[in-house]
């Protein structure tokens, strides 16, 4: 496969995880990165040793490929100012749909990970979901994520609703628990990295075994004593600490007979 020249549009931290390391594929020539906001684009530029420009009117007519790591709801609206453009329009979300890019060639490529700008990410252990208007623009991101990991779906848009879904609660309000962890235990003064151990341990069951089977603590013993304890504890902080655990404890029990 040719060399793809490449243009980004978006600095997020997705576009800094991700387009670093497509770039040691040797398979792409990235030659702009287009953000309103110079500080990050620029950072982003650097990295990638390309130019920066802060309009879409800038666009390089050689691009093959317009990567918009924007903010989902920009998505429709950037796609449409490059109707014009012959490259084919990416993006990177997980929530919206493939028809959403106002643009004949058109595709979805997206990594199901969480990113942190300045946490590398091992791309050989993230799954990518690809959907494309054409079997020829598959054949090129299936290249693409082949040169980072073996873990390539053929996923269609309303499948991908379903996956981010998933990986909201997965994810983000797993994040959320930890930050309620950290908050109960900062405010008596108990290091939360007491807590680091437990919370790889459960994240490595799952690997090894249903959630279901993974199950453990007082909600699903109906141990009520230390469930009331705990309750009595929550009058202390603010009252949606007690709405989320007594709605997880009933969730708990009830999906466990």
Do not use: W
Not at 74 to 79: A, R
Not at 97 to 123: M, N, R
Not at 177 to 186: A, F, K, N, Q, R
């Amino acid at each position: 496969m040719k060399k793809l020249k490449v243009v980004i549009v978006g600095a997020g931290k997705l576009a800094y995880q991700l387009f670093p390391a497509l770039q040691q594929t040797n398979l792409i020539d990235f030659i702009q990165v287009i953000s309103p906001r110079h500080s990050t684009s620029a950072g982003l530029a650097a990295k990638l040793e390309c130019e920066v420009i802060c309009s879409i009117e800038g666009i390089n007519e050689a691009a093959d490929l317009i990567f918009l790591a924007t903010p989902d709801s920009e998505i429709k609206n950037v796609s449409e100012q490059l109707a014009g453009h012959k490259a084919t329009i990416i993006h990177c979300s997980g929530s919206i749909s493939l028809d959403e890019i106002e643009h004949y060639k058109k595709a979805v490529f997206y990594p199901l990970q969480t990113f942190t700008k300045d946490k590398k990410v091992d791309f050989s252990e993230v799954p990518f979901c690809i959907e494309s208007s054409s079997s020829e623009i598959d054949h090129q991101l299936e290249e693409l994520a082949k040169a980072l990991t073996e873990k390539i779906f053929f996923i269609d848009s309303e499948q991908r609703k379903y996956i981010h879904l998933a990986a909201v609660f997965a994810c983000n309000f797993s994040n959320l628990m930890y930050h309620i962890s950290e908050d109960i235990l900062t405010k008596k003064a108990i290091d939360p990295s007491i807590l680091h151990n437990l919370i790889s341990e459960t994240a490595n069951k799952i690997q090894l075994f249903p959630a279901k089977e993974s199950q453990t603590g007082p909600a699903i013993r109906k141990d009520s004593k230390a469930i009331a304890i705990h309750q009595d504890i929550l009058k202390e902080y603010p009252s949606s600490f007690a709405t989320i655990y007594e709605l997880l404890t009933k969730e708990i029990q009830e999906k466990n007979g």
